[in-house]
């Protein structure tokens, strides 16, 4: 019989790790009842080695809490950082200047800690550092144009300001390119004008833009389908839309529910 040496009292004691005491016990029960190591592993889905270290480990190092942190040296320089105002950022960046090598999530969950236990007012997203102040200040003298704005101007005629609009044009030719590409391929379709199409497959094969040309090679290939969808007024844009709609319940519903289930969800039931 094995002697387990667990402190008196550990369940009032907020020091211990409570999944590593019942994981301690569990396993010296298994093994006192003369289960192998193998078996133990596979009863409590753990490795081989935990079983062993878990074993012939002390108790106290297994399951007490460790509470050292890299940090801890820098703990009075922290909090009268966070109490003069400093952001976590411009704390973070002076730690790894005096020295600070670990990460800056467990830096930030560090300092979490003692504005919390410590109720220490600070700004948690702004940097306050001098430079930082610069920088935005410099920001500001510029006019942005998000990448989802341009996007969305391409693909769904989007209102740009003019003056957005002939920024753009005038010093991204690439963009310039692609738009007409997409605004010609649309009229393709409007017009339905099978030389339109030939005359845009052609001139796009040649195309400096890779993706484009790959496009335009796309079109000939399948030469005969495209040439049905711009000559035709049918579109099979409802049944694609409809089986998007069924692969994407098939999909959510994969390993969780029943065929049953599927059925129901996927097949209208006039009688139900």
């Keep these: 019989?094995?002697?387990?040496?667990?402190?008196?009292?550990?369940?009032?004691?907020?020091?211990?790790?409570?999944?590593?005491?019942?994981?301690?016990?569990?396993?010296?029960?298994?093994?006192?009842?003369?289960?192998s190591k193998r078996k133990i592993a596979g009863i409590l889905h753990c490795s081989r080695?935990?079983?062993?270290?878990?074993?012939?480990?002390?108790?106290?190092?297994?399951?007490?809490?460790?509470?050292?942190?890299?940090?801890?040296?820098?703990y009075d320089y922290i909090v009268k950082e966070l109490t003069a105002g400093k952001s976590r950022m411009d704390v973070l960046n002076n730690l790894v200047q005096k020295g600070y090598e670990g990460g800056k999530t467990a830096a930030y969950d560090y300092m979490n800690n003692i504005i919390k236990r410590l109720q220490i007012p600070v700004s948690l997203y702004k940097s306050t550092s001098t430079d930082a102040i610069k920088k935005r200040r410099e920001l500001q003298k510029y006019d942005?144009?998000?990448?989802?704005?341009?996007?969305?101007?391409?693909?769904?005629?989007?209102?740009?300001?003019?003056?957005?609009?002939?920024?753009?044009?005038?010093?991204?030719?690439?963009?310039?390119?692609?738009?007409?590409?997409?605004?010609?391929?649309?009229?393709?379709?409007?017009?339905?004008?099978?030389?339109?199409?030939?005359?845009?497959?052609?001139?796009?094969?040649?195309?400096?833009?890779?993706?484009?040309?790959?496009?335009?090679?796309?079109?000939?290939?399948?030469?005969?389908?495209?040439?049905?969808?711009?000559?035709s007024p049918l579109s099979n844009g409802f049944v694609e839309g409809t089986n998007s709609k069924l692969k994407m319940v098939k999909r959510t519903m994969y390993g969780r529910c029943s065929k049953e289930l599927l059925e129901a969800k996927l097949i209208y039931d006039p009688y139900a």
């Design 1 to 35: 019989m094995r002697v387990k040496k667990i402190s008196e009292g550990v369940d009032n004691l907020p020091d211990y790790r409570e999944k590593s005491i019942q994981l301690y016990e569990a396993i010296h029960k298994y093994a006192d009842a003369g289960y």
């Design 49 to 74: 080695n935990t079983v062993i270290k878990y074993l012939s480990g002390d108790f106290e190092s297994l399951c007490r809490k460790d509470f050292k942190s890299g940090l801890d040296k820098y």
């Design 144 to 231: 942005h144009i998000s990448r989802s704005g341009i996007f969305r101007f391409l693909w769904m005629n989007a209102e740009l300001s003019e003056a957005h609009r002939s920024y753009i044009m005038e010093h991204y030719p690439k963009i310039r390119e692609l738009r007409n590409c997409i605004l010609e391929f649309r009229d393709i379709f409007e017009r339905k004008s099978m030389p339109r199409l030939y005359l845009f497959i052609e001139k796009y094969m040649n195309c400096d833009m890779k993706e484009i040309q790959t496009f335009a090679k796309g079109l000939m290939r399948d030469i005969e389908a495209v040439e049905n969808s711009v000559a």
